[in-house]
């Protein structure tokens, strides 16, 4: 499984999108980008998976380059409820996740 | 649905104590995780059946044994209890291992082992 390099901590205004950056460089062809969050106390929860075509749902957008080396989970419009810590993990589809630690991201009014 | 359920929620064990932490989802999912989490850190694997009737180490198995007694339940057992156990335990469940899907979490145990 691809080793993954987050920011430590971030901080974004109430109702700004916020950008989470994630280096995976050793990833190989096989291996999907999964994002997950986890609010203080509280079990991870999913939230975007991507293999190589930036992927969007309700709860956030997936902006993968085209080297797959890196990728940009986005939250448009970002509430104080988002305040948590954000997980990218590189998975072969054969693979279990392994979690590093995260990016723990401040939502401020 | 009550997705994955984790009992108990809390927990206090002396040294050398035994102790079965208890996971069941009713999403008839076919594989399930145990996963650790000590203060400040991100979650280590400890053991995960990709299907029901198999089980697998992941990174941190030592001091642990899982039984997936059928497709909904999978447990922890702590035969041993030792202070360096004192963490939060997370289950997980997911459709398929060889899959796309994405995990479910339970709500955590916290264990104490003093």
């Known amino acids: 499984d691809a080793k993954t390099t987050q920011p430590t901590s971030m901080d974004c205004a109430e109702g700004r999108a916020a950008n989470l950056p994630c280096n995976h460089s050793?990833?190989?062809?096989?291996?999907?980008v999964y994002w997950y969050r986890q609010i203080h106390s509280q079990g991870p929860q999913y939230i975007i998976h991507?293999?190589?075509n930036n992927e969007t749902n309700e709860m956030a957008s997936l902006i993968i380059t085209e080297d797959r080396k890196s990728s940009t989970l986005i939250l448009p419009h970002a509430t104080l409820r988002d305040t948590a810590v954000y997980y990218c993990?590189?998975?072969?589809?054969?693979?279990?996740?392994?979690f590093g630690q995260g990016t723990e991201l401040s939502v401020k009014p | 649905n009550a997705g994955v359920t984790q009992t108990p929620k809390f927990q206090v064990l002396k040294t050398g104590q035994s102790m079965t932490l208890q996971c069941a989802q009713d999403?008839?999912?076919?594989?399930m995780y145990w996963y650790r989490q000590d203060p400040g850190m991100g979650l280590r694997l400890i053991y995960y059946?990709?299907?029901?009737?198999?089980?697998d180490k992941g990174e941190v198995p030592n001091g642990y044994n899982v039984s997936r007694l059928n497709k909904r339940e999978f447990s922890l057992r702590l035969e041993s209890a030792a202070p360096s156990q004192t963490s939060v335990y997370f289950c997980?469940?997911?459709?398929?291992?060889?899959?796309?899907?994405?995990?479910?979490f339970g709500s955590g145990t916290r264990l104490t082992v003093v």
């Open positions: 997980a469940s997911s459709e398929y291992y060889y899959g796309q899907g994405g995990y479910t």
């Open positions: 050793t990833i190989s062809g096989n291996e999907y």
């Open positions: 991507g293999l190589k």
């Open positions: 993990i590189g998975s072969n589809q054969g693979g279990k996740l392994i």
């Open positions: 999403m008839n999912h076919n594989s």
């Open positions: 059946s990709a299907s029901e009737g198999t089980t």
